[in-house]
């Protein structure tokens, strides 16, 4: 069993930033690959960046050059930080671990950006 524990959300300004993050308990999170997700209000869960367990990364459209995707494998957490963002970021924004056939969900962190 993994447990994810989010952090890191809050209100920001359009234009600014914040960093969230993802820490996991146990000692495989090396083997697992970390996605962040966000589900706006009215709207389904979208996928918004995925690192592997190698360190490969992948951004969706919408936050490409914006948002950035690390993790420190020796603190078993994975960051995902937001830059020049935007009122469309706002949702709720969710780490997920998958690998060796399971998955496992935080429980969320809000962002909201308005002025």
């Known amino acids: 069993q993994v447990q994810l524990v989010e952090s890191g959300g809050g209100l920001v300004e359009p234009g600014g930033s914040l960093r969230l993050s993802c820490a996991a308990s146990?000692?495989?999170?090396?083997?697992?690959?970390m996605g962040w997700y966000r589900q706006a209000p009215g709207k389904q869960r979208e996928l918004v960046a995925v690192?592997?367990?190698?360190?490969?990364?992948m951004d969706a459209d919408s936050v490409k050059g914006r948002f950035t995707i690390s993790r420190d494998n020796a603190k078993n957490t994975v960051y995902l930080q937001m830059n020049s963002l935007k009122p469309e970021d706002t949702a709720v924004y969710y780490c997920?671990?998958?690998?060796?056939?399971?998955?496992?969900w935080g429980q969320g962190t809000q962002v909201i950006v308005s002025s």
């Open positions: 690192i592997t367990s190698g360190g490969s990364t």
């Open positions: 146990g000692n495989i999170f090396r083997l697992y690959a």
């Open positions: 997920k671990a998958q690998g060796l056939g399971t998955e496992y």
